[in-house]
């Protein structure tokens, strides 16, 4: 499939969860993120945000996105497959039913569009989900054991030896809508999509793992000396 044609008609689904209140002030900050990638893409159209938090919303639209999502948790299970939850509940009651969706993880903040175009051009119903991975440094050697009796099992830590790993960062997802409709009714879900028929396409973005706002303000610190070194040379 040509991915630059398709790119301007697939949906685009992002999540930003409000259930509680680190959840709700680290993807407000992150929503930033995802509104300057999906405004560089002219992709507002398009682009969907999820949420069971409806003051998340709100955020959303007065940031500029145009489309938004409500979708009420009521269990844990369902905030833990909120947007799978909510694409299924609104394309069934608004007849949207694209061959394919694409879902853009909350916590990537540097997104791509060369990520994002590999990701389409990949597109083919052979598969069931195209997604993305990411090399990192395996460094599991240098992992410290913090026990009291750890001198014998701290050993490894003298060991100078890493190396490359590659490992799925969800930072995109392709899925093939029929597709993610059986995950849904299936009893497990989880089980059920990650034994589809994936293909893997690497990303060569920034790999970031947000869990709290102070991890974004931790990256705001180091974009603020980036953009003064600049300024020195």
């Known amino acids: 499939m040509d991915g630059q044609k398709l790119i301007y008609k697939i949906p685009i689904f992002i999540t930003a969860r409000g259930h509680n209140d680190n959840v ?3 993807n407000k900050e992150a929503l930033k993120f995802s509104y300057v990638f999906i405004r560089r893409q002219n992709m507002t159209d398009q682009t969907f945000i999820i ?3 409806k003051d998340m919303l709100q955020y959303a639209l007065e940031l500029g996105f145009k489309n938004v999502i409500h979708y009420q948790c009521n269990s844990d299970l369902d905030i833990k497959y909120l ?3 909510a ?3 609104y394309s069934r009651e608004n007849n949207y039913l694209p061959d394919w969706i694409i879902l853009l993880n909350i916590n990537q903040l540097f997104l791509t569009t060369k990520l994002l175009v590999t990701c389409i051009n990949n597109i083919d119903d052979k598969y069931d989900i195209i997604t993305s991975y990411t090399e990192i440094s ?3 050697n240098f992992f410290v054991d913090e026990s009291i009796n750890n001198k014998e099992s701290n050993k490894h830590l003298l060991s100078e030896e890493y190396h490359r790993v590659k490992m799925s960062d969800a930072a995109i997802y392709a899925i093939k809508t029929s597709f993610a409709y059986k995950c849904m009714e299936n009893e497990d879900p989880a089980k059920y999509f ?3 028929k994936i293909k893997f396409i690497k990303n060569t ?3 970031t ?3 709290s706002v102070d991890d974004i303000y931790k990256i705001y610190d180091a974009m603020a000396i980036l953009d003064e070194i600049k300024k020195i040379y």
Do not use: A, H, M, Q
């Open 138 to 140: 395996d460094r599991s």
């Open 194 to 196: 990650w034994g589809g």
């Open 83 to 85: 947007e799978y939850l």
């Open 205 to 207: 973005s920034v790999y």
């Open 51 to 53: 949420s069971d938090n």
């Open 24 to 26: 709700f002030n680290k």
């Open 87 to 89: 694409t299924y509940k």
């Open 209 to 211: 793992d947000i869990y």
